[in-house]
């Protein structure tokens, strides 16, 4: 089931879903919540390394995730150009807690989608921290945008059953600030990289 405005606001009131700052009421839809860029950006830059490893056969010391992408910070109300096929991480401005049985769909809100920025994302039952923004720019036109403008727009989908959000280990806790990937730390890619290893007789 899809939360409506009403239920949206209910379970705000009751504590149940929390949203900081919540600006304005009107960031709330009939079905929908509009969440703001936040003020903290990782950009993807070309590095020195001809590319990332994301698995852990060969060389994973020079080519590590944090070797590609830069930090860089604006104020609200300062603007960010998104340059075309540019994947920028970024935060929402609110900090949420979604209830053990929500989960959280986002996207673009249509406005920037007809710009070209693209964005998918899911959020798990019982999340909490600033919500992460795998920002791409699709268009061939870079795309100034806004800091704190309601760039993204969430809807609510209510389970059946509650969920554990820490029933397994998790790499993105709590984040305030845009975290750079983990995909080197997945427990798959360790049983990947055992079987690429004896393959190739590196035992």
């Not at 009107?26 to 990782?42: A, K, P, T, W």
Request: one cysteine or more; proline letters at 5%; charged letters at 20%.
């Amino acid at each position: 089931m899809i939360l409506n405005k009403n239920k949206i606001l209910e379970k705000i009131e009751n504590k149940e879903l929390i949203i900081r700052p919540l600006l304005e009421v009107e960031q709330i839809g009939e079905v929908s919540l509009d969440l703001r860029l936040g003020y903290d950006f990782l950009v993807s830059i070309q590095g020195r390394r001809p590319f990332i490893n994301a698995s852990l056969n060969g060389d994973t010391e020079n080519s590590q995730v944090n070797d590609f992408f830069q930090d860089t910070r604006r104020r609200i109300g300062e603007t960010f150009i998104l340059h075309p096929n540019q994947t920028v991480l970024a935060t929402t401005l609110e900090y949420i807690k979604l209830p053990s049985n929500v989960i959280m769909n986002i996207g673009i809100r249509s406005s920037y989608a007809r710009l070209g920025i693209y964005l998918n994302t899911t959020v798990q039952p019982g999340y909490c921290g600033c919500v992460s923004l795998e920002l791409i720019n699709t268009s061939k036109t870079p795309v100034n945008l806004c800091v704190g403008a309601p760039l993204i727009q969430a809807q609510f989908q209510q389970l059946e059953e509650k969920q554990n959000y820490f029933s397994k280990p998790r790499k993105y806790i709590c984040q305030v600030r845009p975290q750079l990937s983990g995909i080197n730390t997945d427990p798959e890619l360790r049983i990947l990289n055992r079987i690429w290893e004896s393959t190739n007789h590196f035992d």
